[in-house]
């Protein structure tokens, strides 16, 4: 069984810029959550989509935005870039049916914005 | 500050050491969990408890959920350097049913 795949792998933009990220789930699994990983702040959540719905939502400005397609793959966007907005950008995907269920990690994207 | 605190933040050992990371709240969790991240991957789940008191294995490996389940511990024995990583906590804030991770424990163990 594949993992979860993102990409890209890195990414370099300016300030100001935006960027997409893509992320493709286990087959199977219909949830598929968005984490920010930095040495400051650790891994914070960014939102979770289940069957092409925005289910939970983290503490995030509204820059940041996602979607998921029909076949469970899900895309991320930053739009207006922030210096503070470099970090690695991790997907996990799981059955989706509780909380409590292991989620499958990608191994992320990693984003610096010059 | 974070929901889940983890202790201590870095740890370097020497390989057969023994070493417990502690991960605490203030809070009440339905469940915890313990990841290992490896440099360059995501973080993979070692266990899930999620009952107060509960005590899980896994090899050399120790996991227990505090009985007023607000806390949790990793006990690893005889350490070895596969064991070196970051190691995060996460759980399942009850009554919010929200997940939350720790601050996380970076784990060096030297051969």
């Known amino acids: 069984k594949a993992g979860v795949t993102q990409t890209p792998r890195y990414l370099i933009k300016t300030r100001g810029q935006q960027v997409t990220l893509s992320c493709s789930p286990i087959s199977g699994h219909r949830s598929v959550s968005w984490y920010q990983q930095t040495p400051g702040q650790g891994l914070q959540f960014l939102f979770e989509y289940f069957s092409e719905t925005q289910r939970n939502k983290g503490n995030f400005p509204g820059r940041f935005s996602g979607r998921q397609f029909s076949n469970s793959r899900s895309e991320m966007n930053v739009s207006t870039l922030e210096l503070g907005d470099s970090a690695l950008y991790l997907c996990?995907?799981?059955?989706?049916?509780?909380?409590?269920?292991?989620?499958?990690f990608g191994p992320g994207t990693r984003l610096t914005v010059l | 500050t974070q929901l889940l605190e983890q202790s201590p933040q870095f740890l370097s050992i020497q390989e057969g050491e023994n070493l417990t990371v502690y991960c605490n709240s203030s809070?009440?969790?339905?469940?915890l969990q313990w990841y290992r991240q490896e440099p360059g991957e995501g973080p993979v789940l070692l266990v899930t408890v999620v009952t107060g008191g509960e005590v899980k294995k896994l090899k050399r490996l120790t996991f227990q959920f505090g009985d007023a389940r607000k806390d949790s511990s990793l006990h690893i024995t005889a350490a070895q350097p596969g064991d070196t990583g970051l190691y995060l906590c996460a759980g399942v804030l009850m009554d919010f049913n929200k997940f939350y991770f720790g601050s996380g424990t970076k784990l060096n163990v030297k051969p």
């Open positions: 809070s009440v969790f339905s469940s």
């Open positions: 996990a995907s799981s059955t989706g049916t509780s909380l409590k269920d292991e989620q499958f």
